[in-house]
């Protein structure tokens, strides 16, 4: 008996390790690596658009890579739209407020709902008319 509690004991204390290491995981470090599109949609009102689904596909591959020195490429992935197009569609810098809920890119900022290891959900407001609030969704570009 006295085995098994302390083997239950071990595992837990394991458990706390594991979770408390991930926690401390910054989101910089988090955010710092290529992502690609998972979801993209556009609400107005009672109406919401799957923005993704109108996508071609030269955009859906573009790759969205955040680096550890505070800057943010947006680039074309396999596909482009056009032969003549550059690789690096968009670049800057990129940094949090203080409080880590929005993401500045270059002089536009976005309101980031979730940053996890495997998803990055982003969202700003599109002014009108009609006014939408796009959200849009990432995961690790592989």
């Given at each position: 008996m006295k085995r098994i509690r302390f083997s239950l004991l071990l595992m837990a204390i394991f458990a706390?390790?594991?979770c408390s290491k991930e926690s401390n995981i910054s989101k910089a470090d988090l955010l710092s690596k290529a992502w690609k599109y998972k979801s993209f949609s556009a609400a107005a009102g009672a109406l919401t658009v799957d923005i993704l689904?109108?996508?071609r596909p030269c955009e859906l591959d573009d790759i969205y890579r955040f680096n550890s020195n505070k800057t943010f490429t947006?680039?074309?992935g396999a596909t482009k739209c056009a032969s003549t197009d550059p690789q690096i569609k968009e670049s800057g810098p990129w940094r949090f407020n203080a409080s880590e809920t929005k993401l500045y890119l270059g002089t536009d900022s976005v309101e980031v709902i979730d940053l996890t290891?495997?998803?990055?959900h982003l969202r700003f407001n599109e002014p009108g008319p009609p006014a939408a609030i796009i959200d849009v969704i990432y995961q690790p570009a592989q």
């Open positions: 706390i390790a594991g689904s109108q996508m947006v680039e074309e290891s495997t998803s990055l």
